[in-house]
């Protein structure tokens, strides 16, 4: 068990450019979430699938955001034309649902600077 | 989900308990209480979870209050290592109910 990684870990970026963070959950897990942390707030959630299928999205996901699971394995949050508003910790969770209270496990974040 | 009260900062002695305190009145039946943590720069970390009785494990106890209105996690050994932001949660388990809200935290800080 490598725990859940995430690939960058840190991406400065100017404003109006696309950027992708990559998540690999733990192998066996089946449910992928994704949160966004500014400082000195808890995390918020954004999304989650279970295997390739996106089952909630919160409204904080504008239509700049847009994630993806192919074959519900690695997941990636893609963020097009990015705002100074965007710069945050992103976090990717995964969890496995046959474990009755479906614990969370993170991952170290990336974290994001829009200049 | 219910929303949860904490306090914003703590401090604790090393090798002291370290109680931190919930309320979440508004609490209903079927819903858990979680704890998390989060150590600077790294993401939240699962500590224990709760719905009506008292729950300990290797790093936490946690005891609820008989009416289910507030909750306190206790670290008995406190440890430089445990100083973080612990959240506490509230939340139904069940499908369809995925998401962890968390709040703002308490701050512990353990002191040498």
Known sequence: DTGVSQDPRHKITKRGQNVTFRCDPISEHNRLYWYRQTLGQGPEFLTYFQNEAQLEKSRLLSDRFSAERPKGSFSTLEIQRTEQGDSAMYLCASSFTRRSYNEQFFGPGTRLTVL | ?112
């Open chain 2, 1 to 112: 989900d219910a929303k949860t009260t904490q306090p914003p900062s703590m401090d604790c002695a090393e090798g002291r308990a370290a109680n931190l305190p919930c309320n979440h009145s508004t609490i209903s039946g079927n819903e858990y209480v979680y704890w998390y943590r989060q150590i600077h720069s790294q993401g939240p970390q699962y500590i224990i979870h709760g719905l009506k009785n008292n729950e300990t494990n290797e790093m936490a106890s946690l005891i609820i209050t008989e009416d289910r209105k507030s909750s306190t996690l206790i670290l008995p050994h406190a440890t430089l290592r445990d100083t973080a932001v612990y959240y506490c949660i509230v939340r139904v388990v069940n499908f369809g109910n995925e998401k962890l809200t968390f709040g703002t935290g308490t701050r512990l800080t353990i002191i040498p």
